[in-house]
């Protein structure tokens, strides 16, 4: 492996002091001065009705009221990948905490006291809450009109129905491959919803100032796609993409929920209605639950077929997603993992069918592992209990299996180049793979679990990312782009790409936070694309501007530009060893030539990366033909528990994980990842946990019932591990990781569950309370779920 | 409406406010203190945490009428001159991920160190338990509230 | 976020004072000290006070003393300031115990275990603690003081036997007069901090004596006495043991809700009566793990 000085390097991130010192701006921190004017929304009750009418008469009388709006007021309709929800309701709600009014008001009290005022009247019309009860004939249908909603070209709605999108894989001949194989297993497992929970909760200021602009300040994901939508929603008002701004500042956690168009559009909305006044939405923590993006649940029905030697022959998956009721986002986290669905396997037979379904439960989509993260429990669980069944190691069983470069995945492109086999290997060792362990404590067993992972970045074939670059009078260099930096080092890692180009160390430059109007474009921060992507991106504008740079030194000092090279901030020059001219001397002022006059100026720079090989084209009843994934990234995990036999509690005494970063940019940020990514994860298998009522309204929207992770529940001892197979187009080598940690710790703890009491928990999560009961009433196997509470 | 004063970051304040007003509202909007943050309005997560008189207390579940009279100190009020070796430590380790929990845990941290200065692993995650952070997964932050006791 | 409900700020100077807004407010008014049960309460629209009355400004209600083999801790006394306090931690080790298992720093900065009592949430912390060592609750109002045993404070979920126009002065907690050893165990969902899904406070004293009392699984915190019955007099044996663990599901009537099911919680309580019980003994004896160890 190459040698370099910055990337590779455990630099200091960018973002720290500001954070540390209380700095870093978030939205809320910014001040818009005494004008700024306050909302409060009026949400739906019923999870499905019809809106009768509303009255905002003795609301709109109060003082310091100044608009109350509804659906009447925006009756447009928006959507990412598919244009299925509208700002505020129209004529009926689709879940419980729907948006159906705003008051706004000059403070935060009268908002919340007018609110009260607003008289909705409803009919509730039945709900449906069940994904595989939505598929039936005479269910409740949550869009009429879904035949005439747009959508882009590869997706698949059914009018009429509540399927929303169907992805099919056909590959070979599964009926073929399950006559081949020795032994065929069959099994159903049910993941419920979760929530992200970042800290910050989403919120949107919107000003449209008397001249006709309209600015966004938002804690968003993606700058430049909500400008798209908000164009697109509000087109009928007449908006130039040119005169809509979106302003991103540092964002307090995004993992998913901050990407595409949530609440952020109402605040869009609203400006509209109160022109020359800013208007800040901003998210209680219970909506933050409730209206923002959830994560899926999923009903997964797996089969495969494997000969006795551990072969795979044939692997068929049924998934069945609620999505709830708007699934313009959503729709592809059902499209993106079915067509993975297979996990990191080289498996000759494949039939996936993934169907998005529409509920009235509140409206889910993306969330970190868009999908994998949800139906690898599945998979992971599955194939354990494979190699178990024909009494093969499970990790051997995964080693045979697991897939190489050049193998076709599910819908027949090539593998790229990973390390998967590495990972699995440096895994196994650290974790003791093979070594039955046994506590002390009678009363405790000990487990082990083990599973492979991979993820692509999940995004439309032709996804684009841009940076500018500019130098500063004393050599120092802002990097200009419109990524976003949600806590994973982003800002850091394009330092050190531009860094190791130009020779200027990180400490020297500043990476700016997205404002539409002067950063360029990038398409989303999500999918874990963007040190791919955008590093891309700074290394093609680090690259034109030493190109630059030589070219201005040729042109005064004519020396061959193949000749000269950039160190320490300097240009020097291999054949005149006494050449040196110090970068800050010239990149604004120039070069001085021996009559006087000068060449160069100012040097700026830029680039574009789009891949050119990804195409949505597949056939829609195979998914073969296309090439709809750039590159996975792969990895293996394996976690050791202790479990309380009584009381069911499980203590994780070692974690590991292994990725394949390609190459690790800044390491020591990739194992925070891996740190931060794996506790979230183990946190869906063992104690988040979800509920609503019967007429779905969610129970515990708030940290008191629903438990995220504290200092005191992190694993004994983490062992993050980088393994390096580089990915050909990307930036020194590098691909994304972002998503990744999270991905393999719920089957990793259902395995070593399994490998400890030897039961089967095949529901999500896995609490001590199914653990201790399923003990207490000798049940191998358990498929309890407790999501909705029944009275 | 009432007239309060305190010691805000070692200077004295006043500021108006209402009964029903939250001193964590009172701070942001009134007083340029952006530092904690709302979470939750319920005190399970930690991110509008200050000192008061010394104590880390959650804001959001105190009237601000009730800091008249006493003594408040944020982060602001660290950041002053230097940083504390807390805060450089943080930094040195790339504790923070996206930093909103960042003012909670630091000035909670700070009650903590001031009180137990040589720290055992356990004690520094119990302390800081009760400060919720979905991004990093704890370990870096333990390791450079440790940290300090070294330098 | 905001409070949208108005009211009334008092901070008197005096226990008159006190008294007398009490008295002019009738009901309608609430105390202020930490206000970590009633600013969330009022947020949620719970409680809709036409005035707040704090009492921060009455300094004496801060006192924590431990004089005459007597513990006296004021109604500003927080759950913190028992940790923190030596005379606590090992004389009266089982409230030093229950006091460290709730909510976070920040909120043990604040909340009042006087607090927690007048809230009678049936999972309160301190409910079992105070009750096996039969506390008394002191309470000034406009006829004068009474003392309150705990054993008949609470009423009912959030109702108490404070009357509209008193307020609780303090709680006394007399040294038991024999050797003895305690444990609190409590059930959560996981490490961090969590409301008991089962709380149960043992004491166990020289001469074969034992008080036991649950929370969270039932509309108010109460002593086991059947289980009580069953064991005082007797050496702990296993067989005792488990006739008792018998007896913990006609002691309470835990629900099912979100956090956890009626059966986990009755399964659990058995197990945290037999880990409690022998943890108990042990530190009656000088053994035993140490207090704020977690047993389950």
């Not at chain 1, 959830?294 to 999505?323: C, H, L, P």
């Amino acid at each position: 492996m190459e040698e370099y000085k910055y990337v590779g390097k455990p630099v200091d991130r960018l973002d720290e002091k500001e954070k540390v010192t209380g700095a870093a701006k978030y939205v809320d921190d910014i001040d818009f001065g005494p004008n700024l004017l306050y909302t409060e929304i009026i949400e739906s009750p019923h999870p499905h009705a019809l809106i009768k009418s509303i009255d905002t008469s003795e609301a709109e009388k109060v003082e310091g009221v100044v608009k109350i709006v509804t659906g009447k007021d925006f009756p447009y309709k928006f959507g990412l990948y598919m244009k299925d929800r509208y700002i505020f309701a129209q004529d009926r709600v689709r879940f419980v905490g729907e948006q159906v009014a705003a008051v706004i008001a000059r403070d935060p009290k009268t908002a919340l006291k007018v609110a009260k005022l607003v008289k909705v009247v409803y009919e509730p019309i039945p709900a449906v809450f069940d994904p595989i009860g939505a598929l039936k004939e005479d269910a409740p249908v949550v869009h009429p009109d879904l035949g005439n909603y747009p959508h882009v070209p590869w997706f698949f709605p059914k009018g009429g129905t509540n399927v929303a999108h169907h992805t099919k894989v056909r590959k070979g001949n599964v009926e073929k491959g399950f006559k081949e194989a020795d032994f065929v297993f069959e099994d159903t497992y049910r993941i419920p919803r979760y929530a992200h929970c970042c800290m910050e909760t989403h919120i949107a200021v919107g000003l449209l100032d008397y001249s006709g602009r309209l600015t966004v300040w938002a804690s968003s994901q993606s700058p430049y796609t909500q400008r798209n939508l908000f164009a697109d929603a509000l087109a009928p008002l007449g908006f130039s993409h040119k005169d809509i701004r979106v302003i991103a500042p540092y964002v307090g956690g995004g993992f998913g929920g901050k990407a595409g168009v949530t609440m952020e559009v109402i605040a869009a909305a609203l400006a509209t209605a109160v022109k020359g006044n800013p208007v800040k939405v901003m998210w209680r923590r219970d909506q933050e639950f409730y209206n923002t993006y959830m994560r899926q649940q999923v009903i997964s029905k797996i089969k495969v077929g494997v000969k006795n030697d551990g072969t795979i022959t044939a692997f068929e998956i049924t998934n069945y997603w609620d999505a709830g009721p708007y699934v313009e986002y959503g729709a592809n986290v059902v499209n993106a993992s079915g067509l993975s669905a297979t996990g990191p396997y080289r498996i000759p037979n494949v039939k996936i069918d993934s169907y998005c379904i529409y509920t009235n439960l509140p409206a889910a989509g993306p969330y970190r592992g868009f999908g994998y993260s949800e139906m690898l429990f599945s998979v992971e669980s599955h194939m354990t209990r494979i190699a178990k069944a024909i009494g093969m190691d499970s990790v051997e069983f995964r080693r045979k299996n697991g897939i190489k470069e050049g193998d076709s995945v599910a819908y027949g492109a090539p593998m790229n180049p990973n390390g998967l086999l590495e990972a699995i290997d440096k895994v196994a060792k650290e974790i003791d793979w093979g070594k039955k362990e046994t506590s002390n404590d009678s009363g405790k067993a000990i487990g082990k679990g083990f599973a492979i992972f991979w993820k692509a970045p999940a995004m439309p074939p032709n996804v684009s990312s841009t940076a500018f670059i500019k130098f500063n009078e004393d050599g120092s260099l802002n990097i200009i782009v419109s990524g976003m930096e949600i806590g994973q080092g982003y800002l850091t890692a394009m330092a050190q790409i531009a860094a190791e180009i130009l020779t200027v160390p990180p400490e020297k430059i500043r990476v700016e936070l997205p404002d539409t109007d002067r950063n360029p474009y990038h398409w989303q921060t999500v999918a874990s694309h963007v040190t791919w992507a955008n590093g891309n991106a700074v290394k093609r504008a680090a690259l034109q501007i030493r190109d630059r740079i030589f070219e201005v030194v040729h042109e005064v000092y004519h020396y061959d530009k193949d000749t000269l090279y950039l160190e320490d901030e300097k240009v020097k020059c291999r054949l005149h060893h006494s050449f040196e001219l110090l970068l800050k001397d010239f990149v604004i002022g120039g070069i001085q030539t021996e009559n006087g006059t000068y060449r160069g100026g100012a040097i700026v720079g830029s680039g574009s990366f789009m891949p050119e090989f990804t195409s949505a084209v597949q056939d829609p009843e195979t998914a073969q033909g296309g090439h709809p994934n750039v590159h996975y990234t792969v990895g293996a995990a394996a976690v050791k528990i202790e479990i309380d036999k009584q009381t069911g509690k499980v203590r994780i005494l070692k974690a590991v994980e292994a990725l394949d970063a390609g190459k690790a940019i800044n390491p020591m940020n990739i194992k925070h990842q891996i740190y931060g990514g794996l506790l979230q994860g183990f946190a869906t298998a063992l104690y988040e946990d979800m509920r609503f009522d019967e007429n779905g309204k969610i129970l515990n929207p708030n940290f008191t019932d629903y438990k995220i992770p504290t200092s005191l529940d992190i694993p004994d001892e983490v062992v993050p591990i980088i393994v390096e197979v580089p990915q050909p187009d990307g930036p020194f080598g590098a691909r994304g990781i972002g998503e990744h940690p999270m991905i393999p710790a719920a089957p990793i703890i259902a395995n070593a569950v399994e490998d400890a009491l030897g039961i089967r928990i095949k529901s999500m999560p896995i609490t001590a309370e199914k653990i201790a009961m399923a003990i207490l009433n000798g049940k191998k196997e358990v498929d309890e779920f407790l999501m909705i509470m029944k009275k | 409406m009432n007239k309060i004063s305190f010691i805000l970051n070692g200077e004295k304040r006043n500021v108006y406010v209402e009964p029903n007003d939250l001193l964590l509202d009172v701070l942001r909007e009134k007083l340029g203190i952006k530092s904690p943050k709302y979470g939750c309005g319920r005190g399970d997560c930690g991110l509008c945490t200050i000192l008061l008189n010394g104590k880390s207390v959650r804001t959001c579940l105190i009237l601000a009428i009730e800091a008249d009279g006493q003594e408040m100190l944020t982060v602001e009020g660290l950041s002053k001159d230097k940083l504390t070796p807390l805060q450089e430590s943080f930094i040195r380790h790339n504790s923070f991920q996206c930093g909103f929990c960042a003012p909670g845990i630091i000035m909670t941290a700070t009650e903590f160190l001031e009180k137990n200065p040589n720290p055992a692993e356990e004690e520094v995650k119990e302390a800081i338990s009760g400060n919720l952070c979905r991004c990093t997964g704890y370990t870096p932050i333990i390791e450079a509230i440790l940290d300090v006791k070294k330098k | 976020m905001a409070i949208a409900h108005e009211f009334e700020y008092f901070k008197p100077e005096s226990i008159e004072g006190v008294i007398e807004l009490l008295l002019k407010y009738k009901g309608k008014a609430r105390l202020l000290a930490g206000g970590t049960d009633l600013v969330v309460r009022i947020k949620d629209g719970l409680e809709f006070p036409e005035a707040v009355i704090d009492i921060k400004g009455l300094t004496e209600l801060g006192k924590l003393e431990f004089k005459n083999n007597r513990l006296f801790i004021g109604s500003l006394v927080t759950f913190n300031d028992l940790i923190d306090s030596k005379v606590v931690e090992e004389k009266f080790s089982l409230l030093w115990e229950s006091s460290k298992t709730i909510a976070s720093m920040g909120i043990r900065n604040r909340a009042t275990i006087v607090g927690n009592i007048c809230s009678a949430v049936p999972s309160l912390d301190s409910g079992p603690a105070l009750l096996v060592y039969e506390a008394n609750v002191v309470v000034k109002g406009s006829e004068g003081e009474r003392v309150i045993p705990i054993l008949d404070w609470f009423l009912g979920p959030r109702k108490t036997a404070l009357n509209a126009d008193e307020f609780v002065y303090g709680i006394t907690i007399s040294l038991p007069e024999k050797k003895n050893g305690g444990s609190y165990v409590k059930l959560g969902r996981y490490n961090g901090e969590d409301l008991a899904q089962v709380g149960l406070g043992i004491l166990a004293l020289e001469g074969n004596e034992y008080r036991l009392a649950f929370c969270a699984v039932g509309p108010l915190p109460g002593r086991a006495k059947k289980i009580e019955a069953l064991l005082n007099g007797k050496s702990l044996t296993d067989s005792l043991i488990e006739e008792a663990k018998n007896l913990v599901p006609e002691e309470i009537s835990p629900i099912t809700d979100v956090r956890a099911t009626k059966e986990y919680r009755l399964h659990v309580a058995k197990i945290m009566f037999e880990r409690g019980i022998k943890a108990a003994v042990e530190r009656l004896n000088g053994k035993g793990p140490a207090y704020g160890k977690k047993l389950i």
